[in-house]
């Protein structure tokens, strides 16, 4: 008698990932929907309740102008995860198409491109970004290209290993003797098998964007007062953490919580990716 097969139930996320993907929806929420969660207004000024503290009328308190900070929190949310998002999205594209160039116009024209790849790469991120805005000028639209520049290289240089190894496959070669043409295969073979290992890269690169997004607006290169990111919040807190703690408690939480979410997930989906690969 045929035995039937033994149907075993999926395993249920862990806890830790089952929260940073609460935290992480929460998020993307507040960005679309900011009156979801808040019906004030994020730049109102009352001085009447400047600097009050965090309370039942205002969550997280106010700022020396009275304006509510959790209303900013929530509203800061947008700015922030755009620009952060936006910046990886242009790295993942220029990277692989620099890296899909690298691998398959040639031995010199890999060796110029890796070689400039790896100059850029040896910099640090921050103040590759700091240099490219230098040129750039300041502004969220600035912001978002001098970060996406900064994570380029590491991009590039994954999708080139990875074209290097598909590009040797046994499809790859039948699609070579049925006579098409580089680019066809390229972005038809190579580029697809490449992009799993490059999202899931690029799924972790985020909470690291988000932070260069913040440092950069805390120096005045990102979005500009009164507009509420999360960045140009601790910048305008930093001088009254003394007397008001709440101003660079709740915008500096606010970030941390969202990296660590994005890395639990991120490292979480790569765990998953490995181990479907592996199998």
């Known amino acids: 008698m045929k035995r039937l097969p033994v149907l075993r139930p999926r395993a249920l996320p862990r806890p830790s990932v089952a929260l940073a993907w609460t935290v ?5 929420l507040a960005a679309a929907f900011p009156g979801l969660f808040t019906g004030k207004s994020p730049i109102e000024i009352d001085a009447a309740t400047a600097l009050r503290g965090p309370g039942p009328g205002h969550w997280f308190g106010t700022d020396q102008l009275g304006r509510d900070q959790f209303a900013r929190v929530v509203h800061g949310a947008r700015p922030s995860l755009l ?44 103040l590759l970004a700091l240099l490219a805005l230098a040129i750039l000028g300041s502004g969220q639209l600035n912001v978002m290209v001098a970060i996406a520049l900064a994570f380029l290289p590491g991009y590039a240089r994954l999708v080139r290993a990875e074209a290097l190894v598909v590009r040797n496959s046994g ?64 910048s305008e807190g930093r001088g009254l953490l003394q007397t008001a703690w709440w101003l660079g408690v709740f915008p500096g939480a606010a970030i941390t919580l969202t990296v660590v979410a994005v890395t639990v997930a991120g490292r979480a989906a790569q765990a998953r990716f490995t181990r479907r690969t592996a199998g």
């Open 171 to 234: 499809y790859v070669e039948t699609a070579v003797t049925l006579g098409q043409g580089p680019f066809t295969r390229a972005f038809r073979h190579v580029l697809p098998n490449a992009l799993g290992p490059l999202l899931v890269l690029a799924s972790t690169g985020f909470g690291m964007s988000l932070i260069s997004v913040s440092a950069l607006s805390f120096l005045g290169f990102g979005a500009r007062p009164p507009t509420p990111e999360w960045g140009v919040m601790l």
């Open 83 to 126: 620009v952060g998002l936006g910046s990886i999205a242009f790295a993942v594209v220029a990277g692989a198409l620099y890296g899909l160039a690298s691998a398959l116009l040639g031995r010199t024209a890999d060796r110029v491109l890796m070689g400039i790849n790896d100059i850029v790469l040896a910099l640090p991120q921050l």
């Open 24 to 28: 992480l929806v929460l998020l993307v």
